[in-house]
């Protein structure tokens, strides 16, 4: 974001893991930001809840859904930036709940690029993720390995990435991809590699129980 100047930044997902952390370093480095998180009667603003003081009086907080194409359309209203990261992520849970991933992936990203495009966005950030590739079929994996839909998480993902692109070459969307590989820090769940190799390790295990040794990332 160096040397370019913007009125408002919305972020989406800002409740969650990696949101949190880049809802935080924009207002650090002085940027408006509005934080869409998810409405819930508990008036939780997710991991925002735990961010500093000084941080959270200057995030605008927008509650809503990303599958709202209203709702999004407000949040995205004034904004000239857009960090989606908004998404179902939870490979298990999509195999009994696959509807939920179309509904919030897919769907949500089409709000969020209808609403950009209506709003005259000047640029678009969708979070994708290193699943699309699934298992690799060769490594180093490269832009152009082939998109493998091994989960219905990952399907998801797949066609939002998708919509994106169509957006992008359909209408000239100024919009970006970014696939993040193995992501690890504080508030992130238990259940990713790195904490769950780091608790084993810290609870004194001899031997660290990984799961299937097979897939490979590089």
Same mark, same amino acid.
């Given at each position: ?19 949190? !952390? ?9 940027? *408006? ?6 409405? *819930? $009667?508990? *008036? ?6 735990? $961010? ?17 194409? *209203? ?12 960090? !989606?990261?908004?998404?179902?992520? #939870? ?53 152009? !390995?082939?998109?493998?839909?091994? #989960? ?17 070459? $359909? ?17 992130? #769940? ?29």
């Amino acid at each position: 974001l160096k040397g370019m100047e913007y009125r408002r930044i919305l972020v989406t997902g800002a409740d969650g893991f990696i949101g949190s !952390h880049l809802t935080e370093e924009l207002v650090r480095t002085g940027h *408006n930001v509005r934080a869409l998180v998810q409405y *819930n $009667s508990f *008036n939780s603003r997710g991991w925002l809840d735990y $961010s500093d003081p000084s941080i959270k009086e200057k995030i605008e907080i927008f509650a809503g859904d990303v599958r709202d194409p *209203n709702g999004v359309m407000r949040a995205v209203e004034g904004c000239d930036l857009v960090f !989606h990261l908004a998404a179902l992520i #939870s490979i298990p849970y999509s195999y009994h709940s696959p509807d939920s991933y179309v509904d919030t992936n897919i769907k949500g990203n089409l709000n969020i690029l209808q609403a950009s495009r209506a709003m005259g966005v000047s640029k678009i950030v969708h979070t994708s993720t290193s699943e699309v590739y699934g298992t690799a079929k060769f490594v180093p994996i490269s832009e152009e !390995h082939p998109l493998q839909g091994q #989960s219905p998480y990952s399907a998801s993902k797949i066609g939002a990435d998708q919509i994106a692109f169509s957006f992008f070459s $359909s209408f000239g969307t100024p919009v970006a991809i970014i696939r993040p590989f193995n992501t690890y820090g504080p508030r992130q #769940s238990a259940r990713a590699i790195i904490p769950t190799v780091i608790t084993q390790i810290a609870s004194g295990a001899k031997r660290i129980k990984l799961g299937s040794l097979f897939p490979t990332r590089d």
